[in-house]
């Protein structure tokens, strides 16, 4: 069983930043591959960015965060991060965390607003 478990979302200001951390426990493996996900009331789960442990990225639909959203990984600890900058309106869903192929975390609200 793996547990996963998301932090790091709040409120801010249009441009401003927030840094996203999940951390993936329990039965976990050396090699694996976690995501950061996004959703909209009544829209389908999108992927944002996804990272394996050997460092490889691959982004959602990168038009919506090229350039303003970075994905790392701390593979000793099972943690990825997503540092966001430049946050734009449009930017506010819930994200969630993925420890493929199908452990979820709960999700944590992103709202950009003034």
């Known amino acids: 069983q793996v547990h996963v478990v998301e932090s790091g979302g709040g409120l801010v200001q249009p441009g401003g930043s927030l840094r996203l951390s999940c951390t993936a426990s329990?039965?976990?493996?050396?090699?694996?591959?976690m995501g950061w996900f996004r959703q909209a009331p009544g829209k389908q789960r999108e992927l944002v960015a996804s990272i394996t442990s050997g460092g490889s990225i691959k982004f959602g639909n990168i038009g919506l965060v090229k350039g303003r959203f970075i994905i790392s990984a701390d593979n000793a600890n099972h943690t990825i991060s997503l540092q966001m900058s430049s946050l734009e309106p449009e930017d506010t869903d819930v994200y969630y965390c993925?420890?493929?192929?199908?452990?979820w975390g709960q999700g944590t609200q992103v709202t950009v607003s003034s």
């Open positions: 329990g039965t976990t493996m050396s090699i694996y591959t």
């Open positions: 993925l420890y493929f192929p199908d452990h």
